[in-house]
């Protein structure tokens, strides 16, 4: 078993950053494949970004040259740096991991309001 807890979220102004945490435990860190997903409230869960265990990323089109996913491994944690935030970037963010699939296990999530 994977749990995983995110944190970091909160209001911040259009054009601004935030940095998202995602802390795990139970498992081979460094062996996960590791990702992000968002929900904004009355629309669908979708795929923001994923690390893979060798280190290879892929972001949405979205938030493609605005986001930044990283890990350390020898902190158990996945990060996701948001600049340049817009009202649109309102959402729960949650934190996924997974040794096939991305999304086998989920965090709470923690919510992103972007609003001026």
């Known amino acids: 078993q994977v749990q995983l807890v995110e944190s970091g979220g909160g209001l911040v102004q259009p054009g601004g950053s935030l940095r998202l945490s995602c802390a795990a435990s139970g498992s081979s860190f460094s062996m996960l494949h590791m990702g992000w997903y968002r929900q904004a409230p009355g629309k669908q869960r979708d795929w923001v970004a994923h690390?893979?265990?060798?280190?290879?990323?892929n972001y949405a089109d979205s938030v493609k040259g605005r986001f930044t996913i990283s890990r350390d491994n020898h902190k158990n944690t996945l990060y996701l740096q948001m600049n340049s935030l817009k009202p649109e970037d309102t959402a729960v963010y949650s934190c996924?991991?997974?040794?096939?699939?991305?999304?086998?296990?989920w965090g709470q999530g923690t919510q992103v309001t972007v609003s001026s």
């Open positions: 996924t991991a997974g040794y096939g699939a991305i999304n086998t296990y």
């Open positions: 690390v893979t265990s060798g280190g290879s990323t």
